[in-house]
T-cell receptor
């Protein structure tokens, strides 16, 4: 199956700093990528849909100025958590859609963010 | 609006036995896709199986099969010959309106395989 990588796998940062998370589709081109957030023992919550070359579409309640998404190429999307606060601590997972077959979504391994 | 319901927060199964994880859905779309993902403790979401709303046969992928009952709007996952490595969270998900739409996830079922 297709592979999606995510970097870093975990990060600890101080309150007020910004953190960038990268998501790459390694062996396929993804015109659409998704960013999810997952709290402990809960399901995945879609934050935004990222389309290559255009602005991301954010879900209701997600602050677009806080969670900056850039989809610069067909294989790379980045999520930047700006001015992070402890409540932003969470597990962030990206996903890339394969344009073939039935548009299967492949997920990255996730990034655990801890804001102190 | 789409909704996925997983009513089993946790399930136990003995090794080598089969287990069924329940999933019901609600949508007004005529065309939609149903997915199952496995999330082990490492956190990675692993795609298991897909069923299209117009597929006449139930999907199968190795030890995984999807019991698709369209009239009942259910898409249960059946795992045969359970293995210890199957212990994980399992999420049912749905996408409607064509491949451009987003996935909606259920709340998940935690499966524990015992000796």
């Amino acid at each position: 199956g297709a592979v999606v990588s995510q970097h870093p796998s975990w990060v600890i940062c101080k309150s007020g700093t910004s953190v960038k998370i990268e998501c790459r589709s390694l062996d396929f081109q993804a015109t659409t990528m998704f960013w999810y957030r997952q709290f402990p023992k809960q399901s995945l919550m879609l934050m935004a849909t990222s389309n290559e070359g255009s602005k991301a579409t954010y879900e209701q309640g997600v602050e677009k100025d806080k969670f900056l998404i850039n989809h610069a190429s067909l294989t790379l999307s980045t999520l930047t958590v700006t001015s992070a606060h402890p409540e932003d601590s969470s597990f962030y997972i990206c996903s890339a859609r394969d344009s073939g077959r039935f548009g299967e979504q492949y997920f990255g391994p996730g990034t655990r963010l801890t804001v102190t | 609006a789409q909704k996925i319901t997983q009513t089993q927060p946790g399930m136990f199964v003995q090794e080598k036995e089969a287990v069924t994880l329940d999933c019901t859905y609600d949508t007004s779309d005529q065309s939609y896709g149903l997915f199952w993902y496995k999330q082990p403790s490492s956190g990675e979401m692993i795609f298991l199986i897909y069923q299209g709303s117009y597929d006449e046969q139930n999907a199968t992928e190795g030890r995984y099969s999807l019991n698709f009952q369209k009239a009942r709007k259910s898409a249960n996952l059946v795992i045969s010959a359970s293995q210890l490595g199957d212990s994980a969270m399992y999420f049912c998900a749905m996408r409607g309106g064509g491949t451009a739409s987003k996935l909606t996830f259920g709340t998940g079922t935690r499966l524990q395989v015992t000796l």
